[in-house]
């Protein structure tokens, strides 16, 4: 009995740390700032934005890039699930595929939509 047991913890044992390992680090998360203008309202208006970048192995399994949460302080929270790379932009898009937005992590600049305005700005990252 003890050694049915050991052999069945050698198979085991492994399959769950990597399970573990894959759920742990599957993404990662950086948030961010961005100060801009909304194209029906020229006043400064700030948009914390979150972004989840997927891991390599993640595309074994998934189309998306990662996701990401936009937030305008007491006002509006909006999320896009699927994300795409197209050369140094990341491209937004919205639950039926439409362009939604663009984020370029190299200049950190942002332009979206978010509830039916455009918001465009310049991103910092925060803690």
Not at 27 to 32: A, L, N, V
């Amino acid at each position: 009995m003890t050694n049915k047991f050991k052999k069945i913890s050698y198979i085991l044992i492994p399959i769950v740390v990597v399970f573990v390992f894959v759920i742990l680090f599957s993404e990662k998360t950086t948030k961010y700032e961005c100060i801009g203008k909304f194209q029906n309202n020229n006043t400064d208006k700030t948009v914390f934005l979150k972004h989840s970048e997927y891991r390599w192995w993640v595309s074994l399994w998934s189309d998306s890039k990662g996701m990401m949460w936009f937030e305008i302080p007491t006002k509006t929270v909006d999320v896009s699930t699927e994300l795409r790379e197209g050369g140094n932009l990341i491209r937004i898009l919205g639950f039926n595929n439409e362009m939604k937005g663009i984020f370029s992590p190299l200049s950190k600049s942002l332009s979206i939509k978010i509830n039916g305005d455009f918001f465009d700005g310049l991103c910092k990252e925060i803690k």
